[in-house]
């Protein structure tokens, strides 16, 4: 992808490139009442879901094309830009009928090689020169994330942007879908003109948490935003806890704080990000461990075993050390590390045993 172009070339400030609009067109009424309150506070580009994948049978599914003659009187009075998402060979086609300015590829979609490449083989045959913003996969695969860009790139489609929504995992968490800001950093290190967006509302899943995470993503670098906003959140028809009113998305956009950094310095910024990260994984794996020394601890209060096996303690040793050699860490450094592991789970697990500290 050496030719990327921008999505919107008449929005070139990154607070002014905001994508906002309800999750789902749910009725006319509804979706023409948010995009005028939204165009008030000066949103230029409109979305909202036409065919909404769910992820068990039941829910709403979206009200389909319909919903994009919705849309298109929207753009007749308002002059905003439309966007929508896309799955399948159809979505393109009704979406492209209908002259939607920008589509975007869900999670879901970007999972799957085979819907990405039928999505841009239908773009190819029809000629299509509209703007396509991909949102990572599901699941935090940077490579896939990247071939599902480059599948549309090779459909002649050179106005590409990213979506950063999270990552799924599984137990509960701050955030409905984890950042992972490092996976979205190593994106613009590889390809810097591509432009990122951050999706807060999904990162989240919570409205309390669009404003910081918004900010987070400016103070970052990315190139924007696209947040749910509904005209009445509470009732939506879906992700009623993530969405937000036009008034709220206006307060929020209001203080946000774009800071410029000098492009001498922008590649050792992204890179510490990079590490702060890793960091941060590094510490939700290591609190994981934890919890499990603890189960282990109150196994062996149990069945009166002592904290401490020998004979398991040396095979640890033994095989991470030779496993950490053979990624290219030093014998000593792996040493230390496991040592300082090992003495923390037995520490726990002492608390346990001798009933000072319960498992959660």
């Given at each position: 992808m050496?030719?990327?172009?921008?999505i919107f070339p008449q929005l070139t400030d990154r607070q002014s490139l905001v994508i906002a609009g309800p999750c789902s067109?749910?009725?006319?009424e509804q979706v023409l009442d948010t995009a005028r309150q939204l165009a008030q506070y000066g949103i230029k580009v409109?979305?909202?879901?036409?065919?909404k994948p769910r992820t068990k049978p039941g829910g709403f599914e979206g009200v389909g094309s319909e919903g994009l003659e919705w849309m298109r009187e929207v753009r007749e009075e308002t002059g905003m830009l439309l966007a929508t998402e896309v799955a399948n060979r159809h979505h393109v086609e009704e979406a492209l009928k209908a002259g939607i300015d920008v589509l975007w590829i869900g999670a879901r979609t970007t999972a799957n090689p085979f819907a990405v490449q039928e999505?841009?083989?239908?773009?190819?045959?029809?000629?299509?020169?509209?703007?396509v913003m991909v949102k990572n996969p599901v699941n935090p695969d940077l490579e896939l994330w990247i071939g599902a860009m480059q599948?549309?790139?090779?459909?002649?489609?050179?106005?590409?942007?990213?979506?950063?929504r999270g990552f799924s995992s599984y137990g509960k968490h701050l955030y409905r879908n984890m950042p992972e800001w490092h996976i979205p950093v190593e994106l613009r290190l590889r390809y810097p003109s591509l432009p990122i967006v951050c999706d807060p509302s999904h990162i989240g899943g919570k409205r309390e948490l669009i404003a910081p995470l918004s900010q987070q993503a400016m103070d970052m670098g990315f190139n924007g935003l696209i947040v749910e906003s509904h005209c009445s959140p509470d009732s939506a028809w879906s992700d009623a806890a993530q969405q937000i009113t036009p008034e709220i998305l206006n307060f929020i956009l209001g203080t946000l704080v774009v800071r410029d950094s000098k492009q001498t310095t922008e590649s050792l910024q992204l890179l510490r990000q990079h590490i702060d990260g890793i960091d941060n994984e590094l510490l939700e794996v290591l609190s994981k461990r934890m919890g499990i020394s603890r189960q282990i601890g109150q196994y062996k209060r149990e069945?009166?075993?002592?904290?401490?096996?020998?004979?398991?303690?040396?095979?640890?040793?033994?095989?991470?050390?030779?496993?950490?050699?053979?990624m290219g860490m030093g014998a000593e450094f792996l040493r230390t590390l496991f040592l300082?592991?090992?003495?923390e789970s037995v520490r726990q697990q002492i608390e346990v045993i001798n009933d000072r500290k319960p498992i959660d």
């Open positions: 050496t030719d990327i172009q921008p067109a749910e009725t006319r409109f979305r909202a879901g036409i065919w999505i841009a083989d239908t773009l190819a045959e029809h000629g299509a020169n509209v703007p599948r549309i790139y090779n459909a002649g489609i050179h106005r590409i942007g990213a979506i950063h069945h009166r075993m002592s904290a401490v096996q020998a004979g398991r303690y040396n095979d640890i040793m033994r095989s991470r050390i030779k496993l950490g050699e053979e300082a592991i090992h003495d």
